[in-house]
């Protein structure tokens, strides 16, 4: 009975052996997240069924047809940073629903490469839309800011302020799919979140 055993764990733990080779070589079940962005570390992903319904709740993300959705969190000694990113098959319907984000959130322009018609974006409508949208009325974040870096032109990052928590949000887009990032800080200093989202454009 005992070799049987034996023989059942030495089965057991070359097959785990081959398996881990196989994953850490081929990248089959690596999360698209570094392990580390500026200096917080990977502290959860998910890339299933949870990701997709916070994604689905959240502000006008869910309005943005997608094929994949990711969530992920961030920590160090500088707080934490969330990072939701939807990915839609097809990048020109990506760039109309990330447009009509915009607008929606109260963005006087930016990123808009479409026309809409009407008053979106604009005055008591546009607070209701945000306050479907999730968004608590308590500090009024009016519009979204469009963020300058000396390095880089695109893609367009807006920033918008929600109480004590700091978003930022842009479209990355090739010519097949289109992704649609949201990073919200919890720590206030402007020069450190824009580091941290530096860094999460070029590595995510």
């Known amino acids: 009975m005992r070799k049987e055993v034996y023989a059942f764990l030495i089965i057991a733990a070359v097959l785990i052996a081959a398996f881990s080779y196989y994953t850490y070589y ?3 079940g690596k999360s698209i997240f570094p392990e580390t962005i500026g ?3 990977l502290a959860r992903y998910d890339t299933g069924e949870v990701a997709a319904q916070e994604i689905k709740n959240m502000y006008g993300l869910k309005d943005i047809p997608f094929g994949k959705g990711y969530t992920a969190v961030y ?3 500088n707080g934490s940073m969330l990072v939701r990113m939807v990915e839609a ?3 020109n319907i990506a760039n109309d629903a990330f447009n009509a984000m915009n607008l929606m959130l109260g963005s006087a322009g930016g990123h808009a490469a479409h026309e809409y018609s009407g008053d979106v974006g604009s005055g008591s409508e546009t607070r209701e839309r945000a306050k479907d949208s999730g968004f608590t009325q308590e500090e009024e974040t009016t519009r979204p800011e ?3 870096f000396i390095d880089f032109t695109k893609p367009d990052v807006f920033m918008i302020k929600d109480g004590s928590m700091y978003n930022y949000y842009y ?3 090739n010519y097949k799919t289109g992704r649609v990032y949201w990073i919200t800080f919890d720590y206030p200093d402007a020069g450190y979140q824009r580091a941290m989202v530096r860094q999460a454009i070029f590595k995510i």
């Open 171 to 173: 479209l990355k887009m």
């Open 26 to 28: 081929t990248g089959a």
């Open 146 to 148: 469009k963020v300058d």
């Open 75 to 77: 920590t160090g000694r």
């Open 39 to 41: 200096d917080m570390n």
């Open 89 to 91: 098959g097809d990048h």
